[in-house]
């Protein structure tokens, strides 16, 4: 008989201690005002803002190439933190062209006007609407930043956010605004059957729908694959602004050689090669025990002005 109470009370304490573990913890409401950046952290059917301690404050100024799609969205937020009507933005096209760093521009260039930006990712969609419960009567100006949002064939997601995008019988409200980036134009996949060769009776219908996403954003900007003048311009831009004293002439030669290894001309493989190119001359600098450093890639010599 005790031993059968002792398995009991043995197994009443782990249901104690289960029921412990999942019950919802009692925290403070995190501080949307001295604060910047946020996360939504999923804690089983809900979830909560956690603060970014250390937001990536980008400086708009590296952004080189991109000058006429960085004033329309310097402009949209503008109007946004002056409470006057504005638009949410999707950027779309090559990856490491800048889309990502030119939102997080926006937090440096606007966070003393009370803007504020919450990153989520695209599984936090659906909690869109609990997110907007949160901020609504906040008095500060509120970006959903989705990066990289994309979906796929059978997902329903995309209809949650296409519905918040445009509001639904809930009025939306004026303080929040999504900026999103994606490789694809219109969010989802486009195959040759959505030209009508597929079963659909109306297949326009269906090409429709998915296109009218993409529609629910008022701005939608196009980034390109850089050519190699403008790769080139980038690259001596990020030169000049880390002082590196290198001839013209060599300096495009090791940046194509670069873009040649990488397989591609962006923003970001030109930032890529500045800091390898940097890292270098720094290292050739350096002696150790009066001995000058020779690592080096066959396919990239030491570099030698």
Same mark, same amino acid.
């Given at each position: 008989?005790?031993s059968?109470?002792?398995?009991?009370?043995v197994?009443?304490?782990?249901?104690?201690?289960l029921?412990d573990r999942?019950?919802?913890?009692?925290?403070q409401?995190?501080n949307l005002?001295?604060?910047?950046?946020?996360?939504w952290?999923?804690t089983?059917?809900t979830?909560r803002?956690i603060a970014v301690?250390?937001?990536?404050?980008f400086?708009l100024g590296?952004l080189?190439g991109?000058?006429d799609?960085r004033?329309?969205?310097?402009?949209?937020?503008?109007?946004?933190?002056?409470?006057?009507?504005?638009?949410?933005?999707?950027?779309w096209g090559?990856?490491g062209?800048?889309?990502?760093?030119l939102v997080?521009g926006?937090?440096?260039l606007?966070a003393?006007?009370?803007?504020?930006v919450v990153?989520l990712k695209r599984?936090d969609?659906?909690?869109?609407?609990?997110?907007?419960?949160?901020l609504?009567?906040?008095?500060?100006r509120?970006i959903?930043?989705?990066?990289?949002l994309?979906?796929?064939?059978g997902?329903?997601?995309?209809?949650?956010?296409k519905?918040?995008?445009?509001?639904d019988?809930?009025e939306r409200?004026?303080?929040?605004?999504?900026y999103?980036?994606?490789?694809r134009r219109?969010l989802?996949p486009e195959?040759m059957s959505?030209?009508?060769?597929?079963?659909e009776i109306?297949p326009e219908?269906a090409?429709?729908?998915k296109l009218a996403? @993409?529609? #629910?954003?008022?701005i939608s900007?196009?980034f390109y694959?850089?050519?190699?003048d403008e790769?080139?311009a980038?690259v #001596?831009?990020y030169?000049?602004s880390?002082n590196i @004293?290198l001839?013209d002439e060599k300096l495009?030669d090791?940046a194509?050689k670069?873009?040649?290894?990488?397989? #591609?001309?962006?923003?970001?493989?030109?930032r890529?090669?500045?800091?390898d190119?940097e890292? #270098?001359?720094l290292?050739?600098s350096?002696?150790?025990?009066?001995?000058?450093?020779?690592?080096?890639c066959d396919?990239y010599?030491?570099v @030698?002005?």
């Amino acid at each position: 008989m005790n031993s059968k109470l002792d398995k009991l009370d043995v197994l009443l304490d782990k249901i104690e201690a289960l029921v412990d573990r999942l019950a919802p913890v009692d925290e403070q409401p995190v501080n949307l005002s001295d604060n910047l950046a946020f996360r939504w952290e999923k804690t089983g059917n809900t979830g909560r803002l956690i603060a970014v301690t250390h937001p990536h404050l980008f400086d708009l100024g590296e952004l080189v190439g991109i000058d006429d799609i960085r004033d329309e969205v310097v402009r949209n937020t503008r109007q946004f933190v002056e409470s006057l009507p504005a638009n949410n933005v999707l950027l779309w096209g090559e990856r490491g062209c800048g889309k990502s760093s030119l939102v997080k521009g926006m937090l440096k260039l606007f966070a003393h006007r009370g803007l504020r930006v919450v990153e989520l990712k695209r599984w936090d969609i659906m909690a869109l609407p609990q997110i907007i419960g949160l901020l609504r009567e906040v008095p500060l100006r509120f970006i959903l930043f989705c990066d990289d949002l994309s979906f796929d064939e059978g997902e329903g997601d995309f209809r949650a956010l296409k519905t918040l995008l445009d509001g639904d019988i809930e009025e939306r409200p004026s303080n929040i605004l999504i900026y999103a980036t994606s490789n694809r134009r219109h969010l989802m996949p486009e195959r040759m059957s959505a030209n009508g060769s597929d079963s659909e009776i109306h297949p326009e219908e269906a090409v429709g729908e998915k296109l009218a996403l @993409s529609d #629910r954003f008022g701005i939608s900007l196009g980034f390109y694959e850089f050519d190699q003048d403008e790769y080139l311009a980038v690259v #001596r831009a990020y030169a000049a602004s880390r002082n590196i @004293s290198l001839a013209d002439e060599k300096l495009c030669d090791k940046a194509l050689k670069w873009a040649r290894l990488v397989a #591609r001309r962006s923003g970001r493989s030109a930032r890529q090669f500045i800091d390898d190119l940097e890292g #270098r001359l720094l290292l050739e600098s350096q002696t150790c025990n009066g001995i000058q450093s020779e690592v080096h890639c066959d396919c990239y010599p030491p570099v @030698s002005s």
